[in-house]
């Protein structure tokens, strides 16, 4: 909900702008309110569909005002008379304090009957109490209680209803860099994405969204599981083709416009590590496990049993030529981690022993190949001398400990070589550096950066943590939203948004640093001086 007042020479006006929960369709609902004096109000509505390409045929239809086009259909309902010329409907009104005037706008498709009208008051009550009850559930008692319960919101809201999906953003194609090509389409559910927030929520008390995310995840990899994508559409799509708009400039002249993401058909072996991880996370919190379930596990674990050696493209979707990233091998040794722990605590049939001895395997390919001994530092990729923000998450999930040397060298040298103006890329994309495949640059990751927190904090440096985490706090805007990057030379936030993955990793990095309890007791990663168990090997 948002609640916007102005203030005018004849008086004060609040506007209160909401999503209702939804019901037999999507709706959009506006309240404007007098607060004092009688203020002067108008209103234009202009619809377009398919992207900007499509006016709509406008028409009364009793006391709505009806908008068709192919297999859309939007409806308004308002008190007020609605006026139409260029296209566009206009409305001219006054306020008065304590009148209340509503515009309630809802689609559906072109071919199904007309939705029931909602009552546009009522709906804002409706709102406002579905909130209130979702976040009374949240057991967060850490610091910076503002910062992380308007990032849980954000979170669910990023939650499709209907079918449990949660995409990795709202918007599409808005630029990384202004006036450069890396513009891409996140209104699509990621695995990783997915998996992580379902982390974020589970750490602060969510469990049912647990269970909507797992019946979802199962339905969405139904079939052969060596048919794994990295993400999905929100109903479980599978063909996400890319293409992209013509006829739209772009954000700031920032072209393409992309719709779909070939992402889809890259290969990503850590998504299989996270997917498991998050299955192994809801079975920590008190959900119970499932044969459907267990089943799809063994099979996920059969195809990376036999594929884990493979280059692939990488947690950040490299456009380049594949690689043996560390990131996606350490993840596949996660993935051989939590289905070990998974058997022998809730006697899960399985070949733990083979299990065992892969995830040896994996453990001494990324200690051998992945780590430049000379500079103390994991890297990006085998045979590479480049690093990656995401080395950081390597103690997060209990690959190595954190007072291990190799891990506060990482740690060091990643904040060395990839920070710029106190915060962090995610890679130096460019000639010389990460091969993306694309060209130009972006801005400083905001997951990366709250990974840095987490991780100074994990190797003990806390007030230097604590320093950079409300720093990024501090980049929010006025309504507490993170988008994907930040340029720290114009201040200003860039890429989709709100973005997931900034969201979620603010409320992890808040739990940790804040220390704050826990609903699932294994969230977080094991103290200085324990040793995970392929290192005792």
Known sequence: MLETEWDTPEGTVRVVDCMPPRGEAPDVVRVVEGLSGRVPMRSELRLRFDYGHVVPWVHRRGDQLAAVAGPDSVYLRCPVRLVGRDFTSYAEFAVGAGERVPFVLTWAPSYAARPRPVDGLAAVDDTEEFWAEWMAQCDYDGRWQGAVRRSLVTLKALTYAPTGGIVAAATTSLPEQPGGPRNWDYRYCWLRDATLTLQALLGAGFVAEAGRWRAWLLRAVAGNPNDLQIMYGLDGARRLPEYTLGWLPGYQRSTPVRIGNAAVDQLQLDVWGEVLDGLHLAREAGMRSTEDAWTLQRALLDYLEGNWRQPDNGLWEM????????????????????MISTAERSRREGPVQRWRATRQEIFDDVCSKGYDADRNTFVQAYGSRKLDAAL????????????????????????RELSEEGFLLRYRPGAGSSDDGLPGGEGAFLACTFWLADALHGIGRRREAVEMFERLLGLANDVGLLSEEYDPVTRRQLGNTPQAFSHLALVNAARHLSGARSATPHLRTRRVGEHPPAAAG
Request: aromatic share 12%.
């Open 392 to 415: 950081l998450l390597l103690p997060q999930v209990r690959f190595l400990p954190w007072d291990d040397p190799r891990i506060t060298g990482t740690v060091d040298a990643v904040q």
């Open 319 to 338: 456009r380049g030529p594949r690689q043996d990233f560390v990131h996606s091998k350490v993840m596949a040794w996660v993935a051989f981690d939590r």
